[in-house]
């Protein structure tokens, strides 16, 4: 009978033997194929990331519209960052990768290489093939194949965060014309003038109160409705002149050249403020329109028109 007993315990203690080395095993082999899984994202985010950006002239202040993207340029980067970033100390197997159209109002991903819509995007999938199991191949189990995928957008400008946005808005066809003069009311050529985001009212004291305090001004997106004005307030015009001469701003666009009405924001352009003055009887400010600028992503949301202002790259999944 006892021998029975020390057969028994035997058999239980090589059982809790195997289990323990099955927990560790797996421990050991989950741990392992965690940081494989960790570097895949790494290599698949660097790539993305790498591919947008070259969709786009660096600086992009060296391209003027209409700009027309570099899928190839995107492409041969994004695969070439992304194999500089090793997976196991190896260059990890690019499965697909892709330039495409990033769809913001339906989150998903287009496939292309045009401008309208305009290439914005590019998504890669990197595998790592047949990775051992060090601990559970002893049981028989492995090898197992990882992969990862990312998608990164580099997109025109259409959401600035309050107390981005300048004071004053253009009209689409002055967007990148170079040196333009806004003459205010009464105004021979509606370029451009002052706006508020409906219903608010457009008035010397809303004007007034934005240009001291810049963090007032509103948020502003793609579609939000406008009032649009072009008085021209002394009392404005003057703190334009003391503060804001030769400073590069940020101004929403809308598609007219009537600038006391009400209309949608269709995008967000670039502008440096050059001088305040008066000509043939109408006060006026002069803009030089600029080429093309990048907005940091926490000032600025994507999904604009393509009028010279471009977001930073993001991923976007």
């Not at 940020?250 to 269709?266: A, R, Y």
């Not at 329109?289 to 999944?317: H, I």
Request: aromatic share 8%.
């Amino acid at each position: 009978m006892y021998a029975n007993q020390k057969g028994s315990v035997a058999i239980i203690a090589a059982a809790g033997v195997l289990l323990i080395l099955g927990v560790v095993g797996l421990a050991v082999d989950l741990g392992h194929l965690y940081v494989v899984k960790s570097e895949l994202h790494r290599a698949a985010d660097a790539g993305a990331m790498a591919g947008v950006r070259s969709l786009f002239p660096y600086p992009v202040s060296s391209a003027t519209l209409p700009l027309t993207p570099n899928c190839t340029a995107a492409l041969s980067q994004g695969q070439a960052i992304c194999q500089a970033n090793l997976v196991e100390k190896e260059a990890a197997v690019v499965a697909s990768l892709q330039t495409g159209f990033w769809d913001w109002s339906g989150n998903c991903f287009n496939s292309g290489c045009s401008t309208e819509p305009f290439t914005n995007a590019v998504t890669i999938t990197v595998r790592r093939e047949n990775i051992p199991l060090t601990v559970m191949g002893v049981f028989g189990f492995g090898p197992v194949s990882l992969q990862a995928t990312a998608t990164a957008v580099m997109d025109w400008v259409g959401k600035m965060e309050p107390g981005q946005s300048f004071v004053l808005m253009i009209g689409k066809k002055h967007v990148q014309t170079g040196d333009m003069y806004i003459y205010l009311n009464p105004a021979p050529i509606d370029g451009g003038g002052w706006y508020a985001k409906a219903p608010q009212g457009v008035d010397n004291s809303t004007i007034k109160g934005y240009l001291n305090d810049p963090s007032t001004a509103p948020g502003l997106k793609q579609g939000d409705m406008v009032n649009l004005n072009n008085g021209d307030w002394g009392d404005v015009l003057q703190i334009i002149k003391s503060s804001w001469i030769g400073k590069t701003v940020w101004v929403p666009v809308v598609d007219t050249e009537q600038f006391n009405q009400s209309g949608p924001v269709i995008g967000f352009t670039s502008a440096t403020i050059r001088e305040v003055g008066t000509q043939g009887g109408n006060k006026y400010i002069k803009i030089t329109a600029n080429p093309m600028q990048e907005v940091p992503e926490s000032k600025a949301g994507p999904g604009g028109g393509p009028y010279g202002l471009l977001g930073a790259p993001r991923l976007a999944q």
